[in-house]
Antibody, heavy 117, light 110 residues
Framework: EVQLVESGGDLVQPGRSLRLSCAAS????????MHWVRQAPGKGLEWVSG????????GYADFVKGRFTISRDNAKNSLYLQMNNLRSDDTAFYFC??????????WGQGTLVTVSP | QSVLTQPPSASGTPGQRVTISCSGS????????VSWYQHLPGAAPKLLIH???QRPSGVPDRFTGSKSGTAGSLAISGLQSVDEANYYC???????????FGGGTKLTVL
């Protein structure tokens, strides 16, 4: 059974940092590009960042460029998102998802990041 | 303001057919395929359609996707109460260099 389990979400103050993790199981992790998508309270889905299978291609949404860093460790079947200089509008559920046929096929349940004084 | 445009809401009665539209531009839907997702609050989003009209294994054939030019659409036939959810379209955008989503459509089964 395919599983993606996010962790690391927390309540943090503006300007602080947080590192999210996504543990993958049930599929060959290093065959797939992986992505982070978020959903702010009352809002829709929003793509955050993506990384290809060998970390050779990485992309970010404009609103996180220079603040967030995506990475992966294929030996640990894990995906990460280092979030620095967090702002209140980064408050959201963060989902990790695997890419297949140009679409986000498997998704995790999400982890909640709350940025507040 | 989302890059892809969807109606904020749609509704239908059980057994009816409803269609949700997704409007984009040359740099996204016009150049790349469309995917559709179903999302219930508190749950993981679920892929319904990839590559414009392909259903992953396990997705009922009541869900049909199509694409024409810079627009995509999702049709749900034989509407059921379990279909009540938020639906999102998505496509890769060559200008932005990433995935873009529609704002989402809340489907209500009356």
């Amino acid at each position: 059974e395919v599983q993606l389990v996010e962790s690391g979400g927390d309540l943090v103050q503006p300007g602080r940092s947080l590192r999210l993790s996504c543990a993958a199981s049930g599929f060959k992790f290093d065959d797939f590009a992986m992505h982070w998508v978020r959903q702010a309270p009352g809002k829709g889905l929003e793509w955050v960042s993506g990384i290809n299978w060998n970390s050779g291609r990485i992309g970010y949404a404009d609103f996180v460029k220079g603040r967030f860093t995506i990475s992966r460790d294929n030996a640990k079947n894990s995906l990460y998102l280092q979030m620095n200089n967090l702002r209140s509008d980064d408050t959201a559920f963060y989902f990790c998802a695997s890419l297949w046929a140009g679409a986000l096929y498997y998704w995790g349940q999400g982890t909640l990041v709350t940025v507040s004084p | 303001q989302s890059v892809l445009t969807q109606p904020p809401s749609a509704s239908g009665t059980p057994g009816q057919r409803v269609t949700i539209s997704c409007s984009g531009s040359r740099s996204n839907i016009g150049s790349n395929s469309v995917s559709w997702y179903q999302h219930l609050p508190g749950a993981a989003p679920k892929l319904l359609i990839h590559t414009n009209n392909q259903r992953p294994s396990g997705v009922p054939d009541r869900f049909t996707g199509s694409k024409s030019g810079t627009a995509g659409s999702l049709a749900i036939s034989g509407l059921q109460s379990v279909d009540e959810a938020n639906y999102y379209c998505a496509s890769w955008d060559d200008s932005l260099g990433g995935l873009v989503f529609g704002g989402g459509t809340k489907l209500t089964v009356l």
